[in-house]
C-alpha cells in the first residue's frame, strides 16, 4: 500500500484547518514546514492532532548534532510524529535527529535527492546514493527521493531496502502518480490538492495511490 501524505504548505492556520477539514478522510498524513509555522507558529501540530494522522515536521534540519538536537526535541515536544533532516551535513548531525526521533517514540526521514530540476547541481546520482548509505547506517526510518525521476527511486531502492520511500514532486511538478505509486511507501500531494477547487475531490483521486 502507498500512502499519501498531504504536504499543507499554506500560510496561515486558518487555512491549515479548513484544508485538513476537508481532506483527512483520503489522507494517510500530514507534512508540514516553514511556510505554515512561520505563519501560524509551532502550536498549529497541536491543532492538527484533533485529526489524529502523523504529523510530520519538514524542517529539513541541517546544522551541526547539538542545533539538530535541540530543533528535534522542539519538534517532538510540539507533539509531532516525525522530522524530515538532511543528510548532507554527515553521520553525526543525522544521528542527533534520529537519536531524539526514536526516543520520544517518532520517527526521522533523511533527504537524499529533491525533486526540482535544480537538485543535480548536487544531489543527483553518487551523492544521492552516498545519503541513502548513510540514512541506512544511521538506522534513519527512510528517505526523501524524487517523484520526478522514477529511475532515480530505483536506484535509491536498493540502497535502503525495506525502509520508507516518501517521494514528493507528483502533480505541480510533474510526476506521475501512478508510475511512481508502486515504487514508493508514501506519496507527498501539496498543491494538486490545496489549490484545487475541490481539495477532498483531489485527495480522494490521489488517495486511489493506494491500490496501484
Ligand atoms: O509540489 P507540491 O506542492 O506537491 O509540494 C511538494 C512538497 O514536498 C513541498 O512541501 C516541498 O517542500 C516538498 N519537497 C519537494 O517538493 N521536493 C523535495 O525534494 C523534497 C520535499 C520535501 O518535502 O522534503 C521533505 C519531505
Known amino acids: 500500500m502507498t500512502e ?13 484547518m479548513d484544508i485538513a477539514e476537508k481532506t483527512y478522510p483520503y489522507i494517510d498524513a500530514i507534512k508540514i514546514g516553514y511556510p505554515l509555522v512561520l ?46 533532516t538532511q543528510g548532507f551535513t554527515g553521520r553525526d548531525s543525522v544521528s542527533a535527529c534520529v ?6 517514540g ?9 525533486s526540482h530540476p535544480g537538485a543535480l547541481d548536487f544531489m543527483g546520482e553518487g551523492v544521492a546514493e552516498r545519503l541513502a548509505e548513510l540514512a541506512v547506517e544511521c538506522n534513519a526510518d527512510g528517505i526523501i527521493a ?9 536506484a535509491l531502492r536498493q540502497i535502503i ?7 514528493p514532486g507528483v502533480g505541480a511538478q510533474g510526476g506521475s502518480a501512478e508510475e511512481i505509486a508502486p515504487l514508493i511507501d508514501s506519496m507527498i500531494v501539496g498543491r494538486s490538492i490545496y489549490n484545487s477547487e475541490d481539495p477532498a475531490k483531489a485527495a480522494q483521486s490521489y488517495s486511489c495511490v493506494r491500490d496501484l
Open 4 to 16: 499519501l501524505m498531504l504536504a499543507l504548505d499554506v500560510l496561515t492556520r486558518a487555512e491549515a
Open 39 to 84: 505563519g501560524s507558529g509551532l502550536s498549529v501540530a497541536r491543532d492538527l492532532a484533533e485529526f489524529d494522522l502523523p504529523l510530520i515536521a519538514d524542517f529539513k534540519v541541517a546544522d551541526i548534532p547539538n542545533t539538530n538536537r535541540l530543533i528535534a526535541e522542539h519538534v517532538f515536544e510540539a507533539g509531532f510524529s516525525g522530522i524530515i
Open 99 to 104: 537519536d531524539v526521533a526514536h526516543n520520544a
Open 106 to 114: 517518532g520517527k526521522c526521514y533523511v533527504v537524499t535527492e529533491m
Open 146 to 154: 524524487p517523484a520526478t525521476r522514477p529511475e532515480r527511486v530505483k
Open 161 to 167: 531496502g525495506s525502509k520508507k520511500i516518501l517521494s
